[in-house]
Nanobody, 126 residues
Framework: VQLQASGGGLVQAGDSLRPSCAPSGRTFSTYAMGWFRQAPGKEREFVAAISRNAQSTYYGDSVKGRFTISRDNAKNTVYLQMNSLEPEDTAVYYC????????????????????WGQGTQVTVSS
């Protein structure tokens, strides 16, 4: 499975962005998906996760109330709506996928994911 993330960019504080990720293949609906980010000089951090049936979501504390993860299984795409962006959100954002037998499970640990995308840069200026 190859994951292609896009939709990053350079924005000002308070703006919004909506990166997306589209895995290859025809089994997208069997994957639980997640977003992580890594800022320069920092470890990769969990951002958000969504179950394969989209009924469960989970967020990192730093983005709760500002970011929303969603998916469209018909379009084989997962989205990360990022509102009220802050300079501290500047990072490379990675999407990740794993097969999930339970339709409602979400995963927030890096090691839980099997497939990773190449990342998309998000830069927020103050």
């Amino acid at each position: 499975v190859q994951l292609q993330a896009s939709g990053g960019g350079l924005v000002q504080a308070g703006d919004s962005l909506r990166p997306s990720c589209a895995p290859s293949g025809r089994t997208f609906s069997t994957y639980a998906m997640g977003w992580f980010r890594q800022a320069p000089g920092k470890e990769r951090e969990f951002v958000a996760a969504i179950s394969r049936n989209a009924q469960s979501t989970y967020y990192g504390d730093s983005v709760k109330g500002r970011f929303t993860i969603s998916r469209d299984n018909a379009k084989n795409t997962v989205y990360l709506q990022m509102n009220s962006l802050e300079p501290e959100d500047t990072a490379v954002y990675y999407c990740a996928a794993r097969s999930a037998s339970d339709a409602y499970n979400v995963y927030f640990r890096e090691r839980s994911y099997t497939y990773w995308g190449q990342g998309t840069q998000v830069t927020v200026s103050s």
